[in-house]
């Protein structure tokens, strides 16, 4: 079974959100191992500046790195990223899946990645140009995977 993992930056604090992640993960258990690595955010002031940001992305950005499993093929979520339909998103990951067998997706904190982490990865995926809650981003990746190995495998949850 192909393993998935989802790093991400930030703790989930809403029962709402982290009750739909537990949900997606059980849902993609049918297709895969999927694996939430979930690290802390930096610290930054109530308003902070470009290079207190720019340290902070750093510091999580070297944390990333080391989560990032092994032969992974992977993927940085961020607005300047490829947008894919459905079925062109599903056909990708069956190519790197069959090749790979191991796929990372990278959600960073709330101001983005860091330049290192994008550039250690093999795509940069934008789901849309418009903008979500940080949390939702979550949920909304887990189903768009859910949706590629449902679309995989001929399942009916895609109309």
């Not at 993609?28 to 308003?47: H, M, T, V, W, Y």
């Not at 080391?66 to 339909?85: D, L, N, T, W």
Request: a positive charge; proline letters at 3%.
């Amino acid at each position: 079974m192909v393993q998935v993992t989802v790093i991400t930056v930030g703790n989930l604090k809403e029962a709402y959100w982290r009750d739909a992640i537990a949900e997606y993960e059980k849902r993609l258990g049918a297709f895969c191992k999927p694996e939430i690595i979930q690290l802390k955010e930096a610290r930054l002031s109530d308003n902070p500046s470009a290079s207190e940001i720019g340290a902070a992305l750093a510091d999580e950005g070297k944390r990333i790195l080391a989560a990032i499993p092994p032969r992974s093929y992977k993927i940085a979520m961020c607005v300047e990223g490829q947008q894919f339909s459905s079925e062109d998103l599903a056909a990708k990951l069956d190519g790197v899946l069959a090749n790979t067998g191991s796929l990372c997706l990278i959600i960073g904190s709330s101001f983005g990645l860091s330049d290192e982490v994008k550039r250690a990865c093999d795509l940069r995926l934008s789901v849309s140009k418009l903008t979500f809650p940080h949390q939702m981003m979550r949920v909304l990746l887990l189903e768009m995977l859910y949706r590629c190995f449902g679309i995989l495998k001929g399942t009916k949850y895609h109309k």
